[in-house]
């Protein structure tokens, strides 16, 4: 499968904010929207350990950043690019920011709610609904989570 190039580009930061997650000792996962012309608009790192906050996901965290950056919560048109497959409630805020696409690395077979334990974001009930592209970088995404988990077994 052939990947859009603006979303290459965005997973690689996303990547690199993910290894900086890690190495401030929380789960490595790392964010990026990007407008509809593929630029970055906003960005975030898994901060819940950093932060004391049980929400502050990389997707809610670069979602904040990129509705700033705009200044509108609305953010049709856009794409979130995250390393791991979101979990329940960044699903969640993939709908209620509107963005368009969602991008992602790695299955999280575990909690994932984008394909794998649930589909919340292509849920035909749910009044809006996100395109969603998965296993960009999965490798590299995989691997840094592995790296993570298995330091600390
Ligand atoms: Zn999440």
């Known amino acids: 499968m052939t990947f859009d190039p603006a979303d290459l580009a965005a997973m690689d930061r996303a990547l690199a904010l993910a290894a900086a997650a890690g190495e401030a000792g929380d789960v490595p996962v790392g964010a990026v929207v990007t407008d509809a012309a593929g630029r970055a608009i906003g960005e975030g ?22 509705a700033a950056a705009v200044g509108s919560w609305n953010l049709e048109g856009c794409t979130l690019v995250v390393t791991l497959e979101p979990c329940i409630m960044c699903a ?3 709908l209620q920011s509107r963005v368009s696409r969602l991008v992602f690395g ?15 974001v292509r849920d035909r009930r749910l009044p809006y609904r996100a395109e969603v592209v998965a296993g960009v970088r999965e490798a590299e995404a995989s691997a840094l989570l592995r790296a993570f988990f298995d330091v600390r077994r």
């Open 45 to 66: 790192r898994n901060l819940r350990e950093v932060a004391h906050d049980p929400t502050a996901h990389a997707e809610v965290v670069a979602l904040r950043a990129a």
């Open 92 to 94: 969640g805020a993939v």
């Open 106 to 120: 790695a299955w999280d077979e575990k909690a994932g709610a984008a394909g794998s334990m649930y589909d919340v």
